[in-house]
């Protein structure tokens, strides 16, 4: 069956490092990845999507790259600020489902100052 | 400005009280879905709409049903809700077929069973 895995629920950096986020999936061939963010209460905000025929994107202090050999999403966020503190979490989309995506259960990054 | 709006925020009911959750949008989106997620866990897709078709995931218990009445509006239905349905339903769009696919998320309601 697919599976969606997310690096450890929680993990802590301290302000101005890079928080790397990992997704790892299997029993799947997605078209495209996508990273969203939650906050606590509040519903996932798109951050970035990436398809299976691009190695790496970036917008502003985020990057995202794909490996579909490795079956693996890195989600890097330089220069991390305590307002980057929230859950993110990876969806994996295939173009023959009407845009439907799977996601996983998310990593919590706290940020401290 | 608001895109998906879904109300009420928050939604208490009694076991086994039918409850109705409401999604609207200002995106003209093609598609709408809605989402259960519980406490940690990922959003789980409960059905979606591709344009007045609806589309159930296998595993959506008959307890829920839905409705798409026009482009904006869609509605979450739970006939007999159970302690276990419990949980943060959430409303997103998307375009489907701009090559895009991004869900556009809704804030969300917490929905107590008491």
């Known amino acids: 069956s697919q599976k969606i895995e997310q690096n450890s629920e929680a993990l802590n950096i301290q302000e101005g490092k890079t928080a790397t986020l990992t997704c790892n999936y299997t029993?799947?061939?997605?078209?495209?990845l996508q990273w969203y963010r939650q906050d606590p209460g509040r519903g996932p905000v798109f951050l970035l999507l990436i398809r299976e025929n691009e190695k790496e994107k970036r917008k502003e202090r985020l990057k995202v790259t794909f490996d579909t050999t490795l079956k693996q999403s890195l989600f890097h966020i330089t220069a991390s600020q305590p307002a980057d503190s929230a859950t993110y979490l990876c969806a994996l989309g295939d173009n023959t489902n009407a845009g439907k995506s799977t996601f996983g259960d998310g990593t919590t990054l706290t940020v401290k100052p | 400005d608001a895109m998906v709006i879904q109300n009420p925020r928050y939604q208490v009911t009694q076991f086994g009280k039918p409850v109705t959750l409401s999604c609207s949008q200002t995106l003209n989106h093609n598609v709408m879905y809605w989402y259960q997620q519980k406490s940690s866990q990922a959003p789980k897709l409960l059905f979606h709409y591709y344009d007045k078709d609806f589309n159930n995931e296998a595993d959506t218990p008959d307890n829920f049903q839905s409705r798409r009445p026009n482009t904006s509006f869609c509605f979450l239905d739970i006939r007999s809700p159970g302690l276990g349905d419990a949980a943060m339903y959430l409303c997103?769009?998307?375009?489907?077929?701009?090559?895009?696919?991004?869900?556009?998320f809704g804030p969300g309601t917490r929905l107590t069973v008491l």
């Open positions: 997103a769009t998307s375009r489907v077929g701009r090559g895009t696919d991004t869900q556009y």
């Open positions: 029993n799947y061939s997605p078209a495209y």
